[in-house]
């Protein structure tokens, strides 16, 4: 267990619908990454939150939107769903990035199917 | 721009052997971290070891262990006796560790079949 947790495991929606998923990282640790998976695919960096602040973007679509909660939790909301947005999405955290060797954690992912 | 590069999408290896799976990276940093990351059908994310760039000596745990080659950006996974259980997809990753961003970059993976 790697103390990550996400929920929901699994969503189904429509198209053009909005869905919110939640990630509460490792205790301890401040810094939150989103990740996208499609199937048969590598991971895609989507955003890093550090301590409530965003830090870092990757390739996140207009209709992506994250952000991370005092408590340290983070929600990643998609909107507008397409067909393509199907994918399994990651939540990782890891300690302060300043340290020397901080590894990720993931989280056990959430599977979103749009229909 | 840094860039991981997993050449091998498939590799198979008999039960009790010893595989090695490739991964470059191309990094103009002198300073950064590598990970390997197992991914098995539950596609649970599973750390299984890590690099420091800084440290000669090749990290090793248990039955994993990296030939890490600095100077031509490679860093190999090797798995020695090789177990059923070891089939999945393994991610090289890289880390760069300067203050501004803190970026994780995953090659595309490779995926392990183990051979009984």
């Known amino acids: 267990d790697s103390g990550v947790t996400q929920t929901p495991k699994h969503l189904i929606t429509a198209t053009g619908q909005r869905v919110t998923l939640r990630c509460s990282p490792r205790?301890?640790?401040?810094?939150v990454y989103w990740y996208q998976q499609s199937l048969d695919q590598g991971l895609q960096f989507l955003i890093q939150?550090?301590?409530?602040?965003?830090?870092a973007k990757g390739n996140i679509l207009e209709r992506f939107s994250a952000q991370q909660f005092p408590d340290l939790h983070s929600e990643l909301n998609l909107s507008s769903l397409e067909l393509g947005d199907s994918a399994l999405y990651f939540c990782?955290?890891?300690?302060?990035?300043?340290?020397?060797?901080?590894?990720?954690?993931f989280g056990n992912g959430t599977r979103l199917t749009v229909t | 721009a840094q860039t991981v590069t997993q050449s091998q999408p498939e590799m198979s290896v008999q039960e009790a052997e010893t595989v090695t799976l490739s991964c470059t990276y191309d990094?103009?940093?002198?300073?950064?971290?590598l990970f390997w990351y197992k991914q098995p059908p539950s596609r649970q994310m599973i750390l299984v070891i890590r690099?420091?760039?800084?440290?000669?000596q090749n990290a090793t745990e248990n039955r994993f262990s990296v030939n890490f080659q600095k100077a031509a950006k490679s860093f190999s996974l090797k798995i020695s006796d090789s177990q059923l259980g070891d089939a999945a997809m393994y991610f090289c990753?890289?880390?760069?560790?300067?203050?501004?961003?803190?970026?994780?970059?995953f090659g595309t993976g490779t995926r392990l079949k183990v051979l009984a």
């Open positions: 990782a955290s890891s300690v302060d990035p300043t340290g020397r060797n901080s590894p990720l954690h």
């Open positions: 939150y550090y301590n409530g602040e965003e830090r």
């Open positions: 690099q420091e760039a800084y440290k000669q």
């Open positions: 990753a890289y880390r760069t560790p300067t203050s501004g961003t803190y970026k994780y970059i």
């Open positions: 205790s301890g640790d401040l810094s």
């Open positions: 990094t103009s940093e002198s300073d950064y971290y």
